[in-house]
């Protein structure tokens, strides 16, 4: 039977056995109905992860499916979209009296991972010339990639994997991969930094004597530290000692460390010359070695003594007699 329609079937079961009623015939009907008439899917064979593709069929009426949902998904509009690599079939079904299938094979591709983070370029200040080289990886091998750089959005003319910045920017990569087509972007930023240009300004003669740095010139955010001690972000050192001392300043962002050297100076309030071999000389220490003219004159302006750097000190006379119990004032030049 091959024409549509409804048919009558005769069944019939002949007696074989002699005197036995075992035969006797019966009657059914089959419908056969037309076939849906399905098209070809229509979509492309291929899909990256998180992306889509849109599938169709011109025979209205029918449902998607896939056959693996872990690899792909697919709305019922047809819509597919990548979950995982691998292969995986997209399925049209269409019900009626029969079922028609159409199927189609896709593949779902991985997408690269390129992946780098904001860095900084080291810069000098008086030039303006790069003082470091700072090279941007894509974290991908270049065998079975291509790449696409850009900075603030022009193209760049490097296709490697890597690309070595020389100027500070908005930089991107595009990579994809060159068997599936898929591709994924990533972009960082690279900032300008520079050593410091700074001095620094200190209280002699003080109680509290401190360190005060003036950064000058520099794009960075710096750290402090005296003497090799540990980094702070205040640029305020209190409480220093008489004496020459280092003041680190560091970029953090990784230029070159700046080094000033500081010279804090403090003089004793009074002392005792009678001869007991304890506190019998007036002298400002630090200053041995040193281009220093120290003059100590009376209350009227008299001078009474003249020290150099490397001097002892005062012993409390004049002409080589004791001068009386008072106040005494000095005047310091050094270099």
Same mark, same amino acid.
């Given at each position: 039977?091959?024409?549509?329609?409804?048919?009558?079937?005769?069944?019939? /079961?002949?007696?074989?056995?002699?005197?036995?009623?075992?035969?006797?015939?019966?009657?059914?009907?089959?419908?056969?109905?037309?076939?849906?008439?399905?098209?070809?899917?229509?979509?492309?064979?291929?899909?990256? /992860?998180?992306?889509?593709?849109?599938?169709? +069929?011109?025979?209205?009426? =029918? #449902? %998607?499916?896939?056959?693996?949902?872990?690899?792909? #998904?697919?709305?019922?509009?047809?819509?597919?979209?990548?979950?995982? &690599?691998?292969?995986?079939?997209?399925?049209?079904?269409? *019900?009626? &009296?029969?079922?028609?299938?159409?199927?189609?094979?896709?593949?779902?591709?991985?997408?690269?991972?390129?992946?780098?983070?904001?860095?900084?370029?080291?810069?000098?200040?008086? #030039?303006?010339?790069?003082?470091?080289?700072?090279?941007?990886? &894509?974290?991908?091998?270049?065998?079975?990639?291509?790449?696409?750089?850009? $900075?603030?959005?022009?193209?760049?003319?490097?296709?490697?994997?890597?690309?070595?910045?020389?100027?500070?920017?908005?930089?991107?990569?595009?990579?994809?991969? #060159?068997?599936?087509?898929?591709?994924?972007?990533?972009?960082?930023?690279?900032?300008?930094?520079?050593?410091? /240009?700074?001095?620094?300004?200190?209280?002699?003669?003080?109680?509290?004597?401190?360190?005060? /740095?003036?950064?000058?010139?520099?794009?960075?955010?710096?750290?402090?530290?005296?003497?090799?001690?540990?980094?702070?972000? &205040? *640029?305020?050192?209190?409480?220093?000692?008489? =004496?020459?001392?280092?003041?680190?300043?560091?970029?953090?962002?990784?230029? +070159?460390?700046?080094?000033?050297?500081?010279?804090?100076?403090?003089?004793?309030?009074?002392?005792?010359?009678?001869?007991?071999?304890?506190?019998?000389? %007036?002298?400002?220490?630090? $200053?041995?070695?040193?281009?220093?003219?120290?003059?100590?004159?009376?209350?009227?302006?008299?001078?009474?003594?003249?020290?150099?750097?490397?001097?002892?000190? %005062?012993?409390?006379?004049?002409?080589?007699?004791?001068?009386?119990?008072?106040?005494?004032?000095?005047?310091?030049?050094?270099?």
């Amino acid at each position: 039977m091959s024409s549509l329609g409804v048919h009558v079937v005769t069944y019939t /079961v002949a007696e074989t056995i002699p005197n036995c009623d075992v035969g006797g015939t019966t009657f059914f009907e089959i419908l056969i109905e037309e076939m849906p008439d399905l098209t070809p899917n229509q979509g492309d064979d291929s899909v990256c /992860v998180g992306e889509t593709i849109a599938f169709s +069929n011109a025979a209205a009426g =029918g #449902t %998607w499916s896939t056959s693996d949902v872990t690899i792909a #998904t697919v709305e019922m509009n047809g819509v597919v979209t990548g979950i995982s &690599s691998g292969n995986v079939n997209i399925i049209y079904t269409l *019900n009626s &009296s029969c079922t028609a299938v159409e199927t189609s094979s896709i593949t779902v591709g991985e997408k690269p991972n390129p992946e780098f983070e904001d860095t900084y370029l080291c810069v000098n200040n008086a #030039t303006g010339e790069i003082e470091n080289f700072v090279t941007l990886h &894509s974290g991908i091998s270049n065998s079975g990639f291509v790449f696409e750089w850009r $900075l603030n959005g022009n193209l760049l003319v490097t296709t490697g994997n890597s690309h070595n910045v020389i100027q500070a920017g908005l930089y991107e990569v595009v990579a994809t991969n #060159t068997v599936t087509g898929c591709s994924e972007s990533t972009s960082c930023t690279v900032y300008p930094s520079a050593t410091a /240009v700074a001095t620094a300004i200190t209280t002699d003669f003080s109680a509290n004597q401190s360190v005060t /740095v003036v950064v000058a010139q520099g794009s960075g955010n710096y750290l402090y530290a005296i003497d090799n001690g540990q980094f702070q972000e &205040s *640029n305020l050192f209190e409480n220093v000692s008489s =004496g020459e001392h280092v003041i680190t300043i560091k970029d953090p962002n990784g230029c +070159n460390d700046l080094f000033l050297n500081v010279y804090l100076l403090n003089y004793p309030n009074f002392f005792t010359p009678n001869g007991d071999g304890v506190n019998d000389f %007036w002298r400002i220490n630090g $200053l041995s070695g040193r281009d220093a003219k120290i003059y100590i004159d009376d209350r009227f302006g008299k001078l009474l003594k003249y020290l150099n750097g490397s001097a002892d000190g %005062w012993d409390g006379t004049f002409e080589g007699q004791p001068v009386f119990s008072s106040d005494y004032w000095f005047r310091i030049l050094y270099k």
